[in-house]
């Protein structure tokens, strides 16, 4: 609060534009590891190393057409895709990269970024909604189920690491992490989280409301142009959100010896990203039931259980 | 500065509440109400209850509306709809219960500027333990109570939605 105003805008400016930036970049990213992966070259083609591929596509994305049909509930098809795009970017400035780098020192940062979370699920629906067409519509429907049953766990598995931190203030729970981690004490509430987070940013294997090979592409199949381009760049930037957020409570931030801060909180960040590639190139996607059936009937009582054991050991240790 | 957020957020929610009782539309009438919903949040925040504030987004405007925008979706009413929407909102429907709360409004207002209200300037600040010391020592009955409703109606729902499933199997063994 009493760093200068022209600090407090850098700071602002540069988390916002880096978290684009990086979004735009992984859409490259991903598809040069997909490709590493599948043992396929992948885009690398533009520029050194198949880099521009980036700028590739924002020129075709600007280009096309930005068609809105005749039959959509025009007003909401508009509004969708700004929605998760906003809801993402409000969710980095609570992130603490550094000791000084960080818009804001919010005392419920953790529950801001999961406010931010369950507004985003309203893209999806929107979007499905408007659209009138039955893909979209399921689509929709899809994420709405899943989005809100993972969400319910998603805030379970944090607690145990609120009450080890003894705070919502993600930068406290940063500095609570000096004398150790908590993805060992809070492996359970990590493993949980993950699996959540994979499910809120309906990354593949739980991509199911934009499906492909049932549903066309689900919630985005009547949008074109920049409109799919920002719900593609804001799925990104959920995966880095949720990767960000991942490296704050249970890697330890910023903390790490020889290396400065920011490093090593883009490295663990970096590596969680990687994770969610690897996922996608690695698992196939689950039925639909299986997936909810798995939500309700393990993740539920296993972060229920995680919270009464967390809590039982810290009201036994004192 | 902080009395200027506090008029331009209370007239948001003002106005998103009264579109949601005016539009036709049932999807867009739930979009104004969570417009609204979220305003309510950032006065709480601005009055020191940031967890209220948080809760209020993460529950109502997160979770319960979702679920209703999730109802109206499977619905799809459409075209059809509006039209009988807009037959209900003839003012021969509306005038006098509008009357009649218009002068309670007025008696608010007269209450509100003879200074009989309480001040919001003494408000103090509400963190979430005290939220959560507040619930499980004075409101402990009151949170019990609620839970046991809650589970009640969740085994009320698994019962309805279990019916069903045991049904479904016989069809193939009559044939």
């Known amino acids: 609060m009493t760093a200068p105003a022209w600090i407090t805008l850098l700071n602002i400016f540069g988390v916002l534009i880096a978290a684009v930036l990086l979004a735009a970049l992984l859409t490259w990213g ?42 959509a509930d025009i007003p909401v098809f508009i509004l969708a895709p700004t929605v998760v795009m906003a809801t993402m970017l409000l969710g980095f400035v609570v992130i603490p990269v550094s000791p000084t780098i960080g818009v804001i020192d919010l005392n419920i940062g953790l529950l801001f970024i999961l406010a931010m979370s369950s507004m985003a699920v309203y893209s999806v629906i929107l979007g499905g909604y408007a659209s009138n067409n039955k893909y979209a519509l399921l689509g ?13 766990f998603m805030g379970l598995s944090l607690m145990g690491v609120v009450m080890l931190a003894g705070s919502f203030n993600l930068r406290e729970i940063v500095q609570a992490q000096e004398s150790g981690w908590y993805i060992l004490p809070q492996f359970i509430g990590f493993f949980v989280f993950f699996i ?7 990354r593949l294997p739980f991509d199911l409301p934009e499906a492909e090979h049932e549903l066309t592409a689900g919630f985005h199949t009547e949008y074109s142009g920049m409109k799919f381009g920002m719900f593609f ?7 880095i959100l949720i990767s960000a957020l991942i490296t704050t409570l249970f890697l330890g931030g910023w903390l790490g010896p020889w290396l400065p801060p920011v490093v090593w909180f883009a490295l663990k960040t970096g590596l969680l990203v990687m994770l969610f590639v690897l996922l996608r190139a690695a698992i196939p996607r689950p039925r639909y039931d299986q997936l909810m059936q798995f939500g309700w009937k393990v993740m539920l009582p296993l972060s229920l259980l995680n919270l009464l054991a967390t809590a039982g050991v810290l009201l036994w240790i004192g | 500065m902080s009395a200027a957020v506090f008029y331009l957020t209370a007239a948001i929610a003002i106005a998103s509440t009264a579109m949601v009782i005016f539009s036709r539309n049932a999807v867009h009438a739930l979009l104004y109400l969570i417009v609204s919903l979220l305003s309510v949040a950032v006065i709480f925040y ?9 809760l209020e987004v993460i529950v109502y ?13 499977m619905l799809n009413q459409g075209d059809a709809a509006v039209v009988q929407e807009k037959e209900w909102l003839q003012p021969r429907g509306w005038l006098g219960p509008a009357l009649l709360s218009s002068v309670l409004l007025l008696q608010l207002i007269v209450l509100l500027f003879s200074g009989q209200g ?32 809650l589970l009640a109606g969740l085994v009320g729902a698994f019962h309805l939605a279990r019916q069903k499933r045991a049904e479904s199997p016989e069809v193939p063994h009559a044939d």
Do not use: C
């Not at chain 1, 429907?141 to 809100?148: E, I, K, P, S």
């Not at chain 2, 405007?61 to 979706?73: E, N, P, R, S, T």
């Open chain 1, 30 to 71: 991903e598809r040069r590891l997909l490709g590493f992966w599948q043992d396929r070259p992948g885009p690398n083609r533009v520029g050194p190393f198949g880099l521009l591929q980036v700028v590739a596509d924002m020129i075709k994305l600007f280009f096309k057409e930005d068609f809105v049909p005749r039959f």
């Open chain 2, 61 to 73: 405007a997160g979770a319960i509306m979702v679920l209703m925008i999730f109802v109206i979706m």
């Open chain 1, 196 to 202: 959540a987070g994979i499910a809120e940013s309906h």
């Open chain 2, 46 to 54: 601005q009055y020191g209850a940031p967890f209220a504030a948080a």
């Open chain 1, 233 to 239: 760049v804001g799925e990104y930037l959920s995966v």
């Open chain 2, 118 to 149: 309480e001040t919001t300037e003494a408000l103090h600040y509400v963190g979430p333990k005290e939220v959560g010391i507040a619930l499980f020592s004075h409101y402990i009955l009151a949170v019990e109570l609620a839970s046991m409703l």
């Open chain 1, 140 to 152: 929709g429907l899809r994420a709405a189920a899943q989005t809100v049953s993972y969400e319910v």
